[in-house]
């Protein structure tokens, strides 16, 4: 089945400076990748999504990036804010199937 | 409108019983699954219902674990004769047809096995 991997699994900044969060995968089939950000004591929530049809993705300060190639899909958060501090975990799915892979999260702080 | 909603919020029990936790979909959303999250995991897919389809049990640990889904609406996952490994949040989600769309995540049943 789908492996996926994430890394970072924890990552600080400063204020307004940008996050990277990197996943790869394994099955080549896989063709949708959201990414959901869960804030403590909730359910995750999804921020942005990507398919394979395309290679970039952006919303105000989320961007993801797609390389089908090399398999790996990454999340980029711009000029960072305390809000911002969340887990963040990616996934992929394959269309064919009902699962959604996840990756294993990545805890983000953003630091004042 | 109101979002998935799960209860109990926590739930603290004995090894060797029986748990259920219940999952409240979004209203008109056919499509509903379970995870569990343990810590610093990812989420774990157990199952997947779908209309009135045949439910994905794929995920599921073993059969102590089981899920039902009544009316398309209501869905119960019971985990019997629990072990402390079952210890974890268990996440319900719903979407409106399944398949690759948003899902929508509740709160989360935190289960701890004494």
């Known amino acids: 089945g789908e492996n996926v991997e994430q890394h970072p699994s924890t990552l600080s900044v400063q204020e307004g400076d940008s996050a990277v969060i990197k996943c790869t995968y394994s099955d080549s089939a896989s063709n949708y990748f959201p990414w959901y950000k869960q804030e403590l004591g909730k359910g995750p929530q999804l921020i942005i999504d990507?398919?394979?049809?395309?290679g970039e993705k952006k919303d105000q300060r989320i961007a993801v990036t797609l390389n089908k190639t090399a398999k790996h899909f990454s999340l980029h958060i711009t000029e960072t804010q305390p809000e911002d501090s969340a887990v963040y975990f990616c996934?992929?799915?394959?269309?064919?199937?009902?699962?959604?892979?996840f990756g294993t999260g990545t805890s983000l702080t953003v630091i004042p | 409108g109101a979002g998935v909603s799960q209860s109990p919020s926590n739930k603290v029990t004995e090894k060797g019983k029986d748990v259920e936790l219940r999952c409240d979909p979004i209203s008109g959303h056919t499509a509903l699954y379970w995870y569990r999250q343990s810590l610093g995991q990812g989420l774990e897919f157990l199952i997947y219902f779908q209309g009135n389809s045949a439910p994905d049990k794929s995920g599921l640990p073993s059969d102590r674990f089981s899920a039902e889904r009544t009316g398309g609406s209501v869905s119960t996952l019971t985990i019997q004769r629990t072990q402390q490994e079952d210890s974890a949040v268990y996440l319900c989600?719903?979407?409106?047809?399944?398949?690759?769309?948003?899902?929508?995540f509740g709160p989360g049943t935190r289960l701890l096995v004494l």
């Open positions: 989600a719903s979407s409106v047809q399944g398949k690759q769309e948003t899902q929508y």
């Open positions: 996934a992929a799915s394959i269309g064919t199937g009902n699962q959604f892979y």
């Open positions: 990507i398919r394979s049809n395309v």
